[in-house]
C-alpha cells in the first residue's frame, strides 16, 4: 500500500499529521493530487469541537484544489495532468429543488461522495461525483491556492445573489471574518454605497478595511445598535448580514436594519443554542428575516469563474501560506483573527 501525508483529527483541538494509506483509485473514478487546500472557518469549528462525536481519526478539509495523478479505466471525462477545483457540493439533479435551479435545497444530497479529506496529499474522486458534477477546470494561468478561494466566495455569492445586494444598499456585516471580508467585497462589486462592518477585534476591523469597508464599529467598545443608526441618519441599514457564531449578534441585527428592512443568518451558531428575537420588533417594522446556507451549483460555477477573474482580488485575501504539516499553525492564526485566509500545501 502507497502512503501520503494527512492530517488526522483525534479529537477536539488533537489534530496529527501522519502518514495513512493512500486511497486506491476507484475503477470509474480518479486520484486528484492535492495542491492546495484551504483552512474553512467550518474547518475550525469542526477541528476544536467534538463534531464526529467520538468517530475518530477523520480527515477534514473540503476547499481542495489539485491535479488529476490516476484515471481508473472506465473514467473518460478527465485525464492525467488536468488541474480542477472541486465544489463540495453533490446535488441529485433529480428532485424539484434541483430542476427548478436550487439545488441547494436539494432533498437528495448524497453524503460522503465529495467535501472532505482534503487535509492529506491525495483523495478519491468517485464516479458518482463526477457524474453529479460541480468540478471545474483551473485555468494555466490561476494559481492553486487562487482557486481553492472558490470555494470560500461561493456561499458568499449565492447570499448576495438571492437578497440582490446592490446599487444604493447600506449593508451592514457582522463578523470581520474571512467569511465577512469577502461579503464586504463582493457587495462593492454589487454597487453597495455603504459596507458597515461590525467586529469585537479591531485588528480584523482594520483589516476588513482593505476590503471595501467604509465604517467600522467595535461593539466592544461602543453599542452596534445606536452606532449603525448613528451612521444611517437613524433609520437603520436596507440589508444586515450575521456572519459570525453569536447568538447576541443575531439578537442585535435586527435593531440595526430599516422599517422593511432584511436581516440574513448566515453564521451558525453553537448547535442547540437559541436566539431570542424581539418578535414584536420584527412584526411592526415590517423586517424579513432569512437564513441562509451553501449555494446552488450554478452559483458555484460563477463564484468560481469571479475567484479566478482578475475582477475580484482573491489573492489578497490570502495572509498564510503553509505546508500541510503546520495546520494547527493555521487554525491558530485563523481562530486568533491574525489571518483572513489561510491556504495550506500538502505537497510542500
Ligand atoms: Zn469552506
Ligand atoms: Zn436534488
Redesign the pocket.
Known amino acids: 500500500m502507497e502512503k501520503m501525508k494527512a492530517a488526522l483529527m483525534y479529537g477536539p483541538n488533537d489534530i496529527r499529521v501522519e502518514m495513512v494509506d493512500k486511497p486506491a483509485c476507484p475503477k470509474d473514478g480518479l486520484i486528484l493530487k492535492i495542491m492546495a487546500v484551504?483552512l474553512?472557518g467550518?474547518d475550525i469549528r469542526n477541528l476544536t469541537s467534538d463534531s464526529r462525536k467520538g468517530n475518530y481519526p477523520f480527515i477534514y478539509g473540503?476547499?481542495i484544489v489539485g491535479v488529476v495523478d490516476e484515471i481508473g479505466a472506465e473514467e473518460t471525462k478527465y485525464q492525467v495532468g488536468e488541474r480542477l477545483f472541486l465544489f463540495p457540493g453533490t446535488y441529485c439533479m433529480e428532485c424539484d429543488d434541483c430542476i427548478s435551479g436550487h439545488s441547494e435545497n436539494c432533498t437528495n444530497v448524497e453524503k460522503d461522495l465529495a467535501g472532505t479529506g482534503g487535509f492529506a496529499q491525495y483523495v478519491a474522486v468517485s464516479a458518482k461525483k463526477i457524474q453529479l458534477g460541480g468540478i471545474y477546470k483551473i485555468p494555466d494561468n490561476v494559481s492553486y491556492d487562487a482557486a481553492s478561494l472558490g470555494?470560500?466566495l461561493t456561499s458568499v455569492y449565492a447570499c448576495e445573489e438571492n437578497i440582490g445586494v446592490g446599487y444604493d444598499d447600506t449593508l451592514v456585516i457582522i463578523g470581520a471574518g474571512p467569511i465577512g471580508c469577502f461579503m464586504a467585497q463582493l457587495a462593492k462589486i454589487r454597487g453597495a454605497q455603504k459596507v458597515i462592518m461590525i467586529d469585537i477585534n479591531q485588528t480584523r476591523l482594520e483589516m476588513s478595511k482593505e476590503f471595501g469597508v467604509d465604517e467600522i464599529i467595535n461593539s466592544a467598545n461602543e453599542d452596534p445598535i445606536e452606532a449603525v443608526r448613528k451612521l444611517t441618519c437613524g433609520l437603520g441599514a436596507d440589508k444586515v448580514i450575521s456572519a459570525n457564531p453569536s447568538n447576541s449578534a443575531q439578537a442585535q441585527s435586527i435593531f440595526m436594519v430599516k422599517k422593511g428592512g432584511l436581516v440574513v443568518f448566515f453564521g451558525g451558531v453553537p448547535k442547540g443554542s437559541m436566539t431570542e428575537l424581539d418578535t414584536n420588533y420584527i412584526h411592526y417594522n415590517n423586517i424579513w428575516i432569512k437564513g441562509h446556507f451553501g449555494a446552488s451549483y450554478m452559483q458555484s460555477k460563477k463564484a468560481y469563474a469571479l475567484a479566478i477573474s482578475d475582477k475580484f482580488p482573491t489573492e489578497k485575501f490570502i495572509t498564510h501560506r503553509l505546508p500541510l504539516d503546520q495546520i494547527n499553525e493555521g487554525i491558530e492564526l485563523t481562530r486568533s483573527g491574525e489571518a483572513i485566509k489561510v491556504v495550506l500545501f500538502p505537497q510542500e
Open positions: 484551504g474553512c467550518s473540503h476547499e470555494e470560500p
